[in-house]
């Protein structure tokens, strides 16, 4: 499979003694190995029903997700989900812990990563000494820990005010690059999916349905999110997918 995730005409009703809400319908794409892909739509739309599909935590009405052989997906959140009474580096260990895979090398290599993303000095130190942009480091260090292939991010910088939220996701962003990890984002930041992915797809108030993708290129690649928000083609990118988002 030349894709690492392929999601075939899905759809989900969600039933409850109040009748049905459907909640997806007939969604279909693919994500290739080492992409960022964004997926935007307005709140209550049904993107953390996409996400929750996508992670296996919920089984679609109808159609199919394939990931490829091997690749297993990981997931982080708006909250960062740290344990105040635990410190950094073992709530950076708890994935492991919880899933049965602490061991000798599994423990190093998260250690390894808490080195090389400068988490080391705050081993022993309690999420509430951490400034919110560290909290979601450590949140997706944790994450990292457990080797996901696909990582799915549902609104994890929705929480910072605006100034950190640009910083922070940069931070992260990076770092999932540099860990050559594929991304799936939802967000309902049309100025987020524009500077962070290579791809960008839209979808329709609920039921959602896939109303529109757009590839992002700049003509003179940005170093680094912040940048890509200063390039004169960002504004474009951003006007066609606000005139594509039902409100
Ligand atoms: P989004 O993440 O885009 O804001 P969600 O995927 O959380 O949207 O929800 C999509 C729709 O499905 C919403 O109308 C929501 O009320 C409904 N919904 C979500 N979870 C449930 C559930 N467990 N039972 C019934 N309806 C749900
Ligand atoms: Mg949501």
Not at 145 to 171: C, G, K, M, N, W
Request: hydrophobic share 40%; aromatic share 8%.
């Amino acid at each position: 499979m030349p894709n690492i995730l392929e999601v075939q005409n899905l759809s989900l009703s969600y039933y409850s003694p109040q009748g049905e809400t459907k909640a997806l319908e007939n969604i279909s794409f693919s994500v290739k190995k080492g992409e960022f892909l964004s997926i935007v739509g307005p709140s209550g739309s049904g993107k953390s029903t996409l996400l929750s599909v996508l992670a296996g935590i919920l089984t679609p009405t109808e159609g199919c997700v394939a990931v490829a052989e091997g690749a297993k997906t990981g997931y982080m959140l708006q909250k960062d989900h740290l344990f105040e009474w635990r410190t950094i580096e073992k709530n950076i260990l708890l994935g492991l812990e919880l899933t049965g895979n602490l061991t000798a090398g599994t423990r190093e290599y998260a250690l390894n990563l808490m080195g090389q993303y400068g988490l080391s000095g705050f081993r022993n130190r309690y999420p509430s000494q951490l400034s919110g942009g560290m909290r979601q480091r450590a949140a997706l260090i944790r994450t990292l820990a457990l080797r996901p292939e696909i990582l799915l991010l549902d609104e994890p910088f929705s929480a910072l005010d605006y100034q950190t939220r640009l910083h922070v996701s940069d931070d992260i962003v990076s770092i999932i690059k540099s860990q050559r990890k594929t991304a799936i984002l939802v967000t309902h930041d049309i100025s987020e999916a524009v500077a962070l992915s290579h791809r960008v797809i839209v979808l329709s108030k609920r039921p959602a349905r896939i109303k529109a993708q757009f590839g992002i290129q700049f003509s003179l690649p940005p170093n680094n999110s912040i940048e890509a928000r200063e390039a004169p083609e960002f504004k474009d990118y951003f006007n066609k997918i606000w005139k594509e988002l039902d409100f």
